[in-house]
Nanobody
């Protein structure tokens, strides 16, 4: 059974940093690709960053480029999102997700392309 468990959310002032982690289990970690998404109430879940685990290639939403870094540790089957220079508009519930196929070919930041999801971690940035 695939499990994705996020941790590391919290509250921070604007300009601060947080690191999210996502521990993966129940599938062959290195054959999938993974992404981070975020959602605020009343809005669609939007893609933030994606990574091809095998190749370590990455993709980012324009709104987070230069501030967020997606990375992974194969030995720990863990995905990370380092978030720097946080802004109030980054406040959201953050989810990690995993999938193969089209996601790995194109590093998609499209919610519908991902098969597996974590439970989410809240990030709150105050001004």
């Amino acid at each position: 059974q695939v499990q994705l468990v996020e941790s590391g959310g919290g509250s921070v002032q604007a300009g601060g940093s947080l690191r999210l982690s996502c521990a993966a289990s129940g599938y062959t970690y290195s054959t999938y690709c993974m992404g981070w998404f975020r959602q605020v109430p009343g809005k669609e879940r939007e893609g933030v960053a994606a990574i091809n685990i095998a190749r370590s290639t990455t993709a980012y939403a324009e709104s987070v480029k230069g501030r967020f870094t997606i990375s992974q540790d194969n030995a720990k089957n863990t995905l990370y999102l380092q978030m720097n220079s946080l802004k109030p508009e980054d406040t959201a519930q953050y989810y990690c997700a995993a999938a193969g196929g089209a996601v790995c070919r194109a590093l998609l930041l499209v919610r519908g392309a991902y098969n597996y999801w974590g439970q989410g971690a809240q990030v709150t940035v105050s001004s």
